[in-house]
């Protein structure tokens, strides 16, 4: 295994320098998949690069990539200044927070407000789209939060693998692993950034892998990073809003129609009493203040989303 930065930095340069072959020498076969990885991800000067394809001879240990390059030179040239420019923009804001958890919130909600999931070609596989054009999947999105969680100075990994569905159809997906305060946590910026159009949700937000281990599988070379991250700290903890009695949870919603809160978004936890969605919407439309609901929720994940619409008060002349 490559085993210091310096020569990962000789080789993201061979890459800049758009190098047809790369080689290196290296003790295992199984080292190479996670060192391209590296190389792939980790730099944010490697952004032009696409397949990396490799041979192994295990007599003399050396190892050769064959690197498929997207973008021409005169094209990377022009795109790396408007990327370098962009983050250093977003680094004035970020390290206006002394904390990394608010660091990693404030990467999250810009990420959520200003891309759009648009798979526009190899543009939304890489930090361009999301960066500069606003649009990305989960592969361009994943890039970018970690670009930017390396200019905050936040340690983080992106995990490549599939997303298992409540049909268990599998899909290729990317997230990030991040360390928070000495904690590492999970984090799926994509998923939060789909769910909904016009408000930020946090569904995916600092969770535990035990919380996603059957919807997640993480390809092998990078498994270690998925189950490093056996912290939890959510939302809902953050923000008081995680209920675990019924009672506790009415109480929350009446104090929230009451100062006509539009969005109430909360998570409940309980394996005993079950949340029913009917008498969930029966209980909040008995307000005589509400007119109608919009209501949505991720049961996996034991959270909700309830829109309100209040009654409009007549005023008598």
């Known amino acids: 295994m490559i085993d210091n930065s310096e020569s990962f930095k000789i080789l993201a340069k061979q890459l800049v320098n758009f190098d047809k072959v790369i080689e290196f020498k290296t003790s295992c076969e199984e080292n190479i998949k996670l060192i391209i990885d590296i190389l792939r991800y980790d730099?944010?000067?490697?952004?032009?690069?696409?397949?990396?394809?490799?041979?192994?001879?295990?007599?003399?240990?050396?190892?050769?990539?064959?690197?498929?390059?997207?973008?021409?030179?005169?094209?990377?040239?022009?795109?790396?200044?408007?990327?370098?420019?962009?983050?250093s923009s977003l680094k004035e804001e970020i390290i206006q927070f002394d904390d990394d958890l608010d660091k990693e919130k404030f990467i999250h909600d810009y990420l959520c407000k200003n891309v759009k999931?648009?798979?526009?070609?190899?543009?939304?596989?890489?930090?361009?789209?999301?960066?500069?054009?606003?649009?990305?999947?989960c592969e361009g999105i994943s890039k970018t939060a970690q670009a930017l969680f390396k200019i905050s100075n936040i340690e983080s990994h992106i995990i490549c693998g599939e997303h298992i569905d409540e049909h268990k159809a599998k899909t290729p997906h990317s997230w990030n692993a991040v360390k928070i305060n000495d904690k590492w946590y999970f984090l799926d910026i994509t998923f939060d950034n789909t769910i909904s159009d016009d408000f930020i949700r946090?569904?995916?937000f600092?969770?535990?892998?035990?919380?996603?281990?059957?919807?997640?599988?993480?390809?092998?070379?990078?498994?270690?990073?998925?189950?490093?991250?056996?912290?939890?700290?959510?939302?809902?903890?953050l923000t008081n809003t995680?209920?675990?009695?019924?009672?506790?949870?009415?109480?929350?919603?009446?104090?929230?129609?009451?100062?006509?809160?539009?969005?109430?978004?909360?998570?409940?936890?309980?394996?005993?009493?079950?949340?029913?969605?009917?008498?969930?919407?029966?209980?909040?439309?008995?307000?005589?203040?509400?007119?109608?609901?919009?209501?949505?929720?991720?049961?996996?994940?034991?959270?909700?989303?309830?829109?309100?619409?209040?009654?409009q008060r007549l005023i008598t002349l």
């Open 206 to 237: 600092n969770l535990c892998v035990c919380d996603v281990y059957e919807s997640y599988v993480p390809e092998e070379y990078n498994k270690k990073y998925f189950y490093m991250c056996t912290n939890q700290l959510n939302y809902f903890e």
């Open 43 to 87: 730099y944010v000067v490697t952004f032009h690069v696409g397949t990396i394809t490799y041979r192994y001879d295990k007599d003399t240990q050396i190892a050769t990539l064959e690197p498929e390059y997207l973008f021409s030179k005169d094209e990377y040239n022009f795109l790396i200044d408007k990327i370098l420019n962009k983050l």
């Open 242 to 311: 995680e209920f675990f009695k019924i009672k506790d949870l009415f109480m929350f919603i009446k104090k929230s129609i009451r100062t006509n809160t539009k969005i109430i978004y909360f998570k409940f936890v309980n394996r005993i009493e079950y949340l029913d969605k009917n008498v969930l919407n029966d209980y909040i439309l008995k307000n005589n203040k509400v007119s109608s609901i919009k209501y949505s929720s991720n049961e996996k994940l034991g959270i909700h989303y309830i829109d309100l619409n209040y009654k």
């Open 202 to 204: 946090y569904d995916y």
């Open 117 to 137: 999931y648009l798979d526009n070609g190899k543009e939304s596989h890489c930090i361009i789209g999301p960066l500069l054009n606003g649009y990305g999947v």
